[in-house]
């Protein structure tokens, strides 16, 4: 017989697949065949694979077939894809001089932190893609080539210092559309692990990201100003926001997360960067294990926008200190912006572990707006709770010690 959580799940289900916020339908993404097959070789393999790539028919894939391939930064052309299969492993080789734009700050600290290539970029392009279930390795915690530290002690170093590290992302997607990354597992990235930036269409499912919960900025996927966005049966567990939407120079809009799990980061979240607002964003059947944050919106005046068209429904929450936080003036960052979070909804959310729940709002007349239906905690949570306007109610006594398969599947 069903318990009552379980079929929940199965109607939320079938409910997500009709109000999904991503605008176009989103079905699960197929391999497209190969143009050439690579085997890996013991050298710097950056030329070979970026010669088949420019040279793959429109529609194809160069497949890494076997073998560790160590490169420097690589660019997908428009319409083609990179195919990584089971046995093999794409190394990013972490010499900063091969990333660096030109003014040789890549892999050093200054007050910009925008020094380096990505290691994978895809820019201006339509319809290509990283598929397959081999491994992209983006080596954030190797010794970089003629530095006595790692990408990631560099980072570390960067916040003792209150400056910015120069550091590749490792998946970089500008102004594209309809861009698919499909079962690839991605780990140790130095910076983010996937970001888009003014990008319409991107599909991200069933990707795993695996990173070491002490390396810093290690985002796992950062939609930031792009739209019709669909991340889906994905399992990420890293140093930083395990997703976060955020909206620094466009808005960032009819986003859809179903059926994922995240282990350690920071969890789900929305901003701090939302200048230009973020909108109609659902998450569907998520289950959190270990993110320091379950689910999360975060801005201040200095990086504020409006956030609007959020529900959470049948996320399952356990062994996080902060199960749900809201918070609009995040780190105390004065400015001239004003951030707005307005109908954020909250459907079925049952938290197994004690935690901390915040709801910091600005101002009794620019409070939180939020609406809690059938929202079960346990004992001995803390709620606190100022400048917000809570509809609904949350019942103690959630039970359980895990939460099984309802999100990853």
């Known amino acids: 017989m069903l318990g009552r959580w379980s079929i929940l799940c199965v109607a939320v289900v079938l409910l997500h697949v009709s109000s999904a916020r991503d605008l176009r339908t989103v079905t699960e993404p197929k391999i497209p065949q ?12 950056t030329t070979t694979i970026q010669n088949a790539l420019d040279k793959c028919a429109k529609g194809k894939a160069v497949e890494l077939s ?27 080789i972490p010499n900063p001089a091969l990333y660096d734009e030109g003014k040789k700050t890549c892999g050093t600290l200054d007050n910009y932190g925008v020094g380096c290539k990505p290691f994978i970029t895809i820019r201006g392009a339509t319809g290509s893609g990283i598929y397959g279930k081999g491994t992209i390795d983006g080596q954030g915690g190797e010794t970089m080539t003629g530095k006595s530290e790692s990408w990631w002690k560099l980072a570390r170093r960067a916040k003792a210092k209150n400056n910015f590290q120069n550091n590749p992302k490792m998946i970089q997607v500008n102004d594209s559309s309809d861009i698919t990354l499909y079962q690839i597992t991605l780990k140790n990235g130095p910076y983010y692990h996937v970001y888009s930036s003014n990008t319409y269409g991107l599909t991200i499912w069933g990707i795993t990201i695996d990173t070491s919960p002490s390396s810093r900025n290690t985002d796992g996927v950062d939609p930031m100003g792009s739209q019709n966005i669909t991340i889906a ?12 939407n955020k909206a620094m120079d466009r808005p960032t809009a009819h986003v859809s997360i179903l059926n994922n799990h995240f282990g350690r980061g920071h969890g789900m979240s929305i901003g701090s960067e939302i200048m230009y607002g973020v909108s109609d964003v659902t998450v569907s059947n998520l289950t959190l294990d270990g993110p320091n944050y379950g689910l999360r919106i975060k801005s201040n005046r200095y990086r504020g926008g409006v956030v609007t068209g959020v529900t959470y429904t049948n996320v399952c929450i356990t062994n996080v200190k902060n199960p749900i936080f809201m918070d609009m003036n995040y780190e105390r960052r004065t400015g001239k912006l004003t951030p707005s979070f307005q109908n954020i909804t909250f459907n079925n959310i049952k938290v197994l572990t004690e935690g901390d729940y915040t709801f910091n709002g600005l101002s009794d007349s620019n409070p939180i707006e939020v609406t809690l239906n059938d929202v079960h905690v346990v004992k001995n949570s803390k709620w606190v709770s100022s400048h917000a306007k809570i509809s609904g109610t949350y019942e103690e006594g959630a039970t359980g010690t895990t939460c099984g398969n309802a999100g990853y599947q």
Do not use: R, Y
């Not at 420097?72 to 794409?90: D, E, F, Q």
């Not at 399992?235 to 926001?241: L, Y």
């Open 233 to 244: 049966h994905c399992n990420i567990s890293t140093g930083d926001d395990n997703v976060a």
């Open 34 to 45: 190969s143009c050439t097959v690579l085997k890996a070789t013991s050298g710097d393999e």
């Open 66 to 92: 076997s073998g560790t391939f160590s490169s420097g930064p690589l660019t997908v052309p428009s319409g083609v894809s990179l195919l990584v299969n089971s046995g093999a492993t794409l190394k990013a």
